[in-house]
């Protein structure tokens, strides 16, 4: 696995050692009941530390091989929904989210364009 300072030491410039590594968004509120009113996540590892009862975040469009982590550290479940056009799983955004428990961790792996498929944490 990839360390960044590792990487910084070596020579490498940051935006290179973000790109092999992952970019880190470390406090996030989930908001909204919906798809379309949901936090929009940006970054590879995602940490909510904020969330309330029935919110949620919502996925970027998946990408062959892309790989997004939600860390869940709020008090409520987590409702994670995929892009417009996309699943997880076999949920779209307009049949649901998908649930990451107070305190748990979620691994979404995107297979194409327009699949992610979840790998949760107990």
């Not at 990487?7 to 406090?27: E, F, H, K, P, T």
């Not at 009113?37 to 975040?57: C, E, H, M």
């Not at 892009?83 to 997880?88: E, F, K, Q």
């Not at 649901?96 to 792996?109: D, I, W």
Request: charge should be neutral; charged fraction near 10%.
């Amino acid at each position: 696995m990839a360390i960044p300072s590792r990487l910084l030491g070596s020579g490498a410039a940051a935006q290179l050692a973000v790109n092999i590594c992952g970019d880190v968004v470390d406090s996030i509120t989930a908001a909204g009941t919906t798809d379309a009113d949901a936090t929009r996540l940006s970054a590879a590892i995602n940490r909510v530390t904020t969330a309330a009862l029935s919110t949620g975040v919502r996925l970027m469009a998946p990408e062959a091989g892309s790989q997004v982590v939600v860390i869940n550290s709020g008090a409520n479940a987590v409702l994670v929904y995929p892009s417009t056009g996309a699943s997880i799983n076999a949920l779209t955004a307009t049949t649901g989210g998908f649930s990451v428990a107070a305190g748990g961790r979620a691994l979404f792996v995107g297979t194409g364009s327009a699949n992610w498929f979840a790998v949760l944490s107990a």
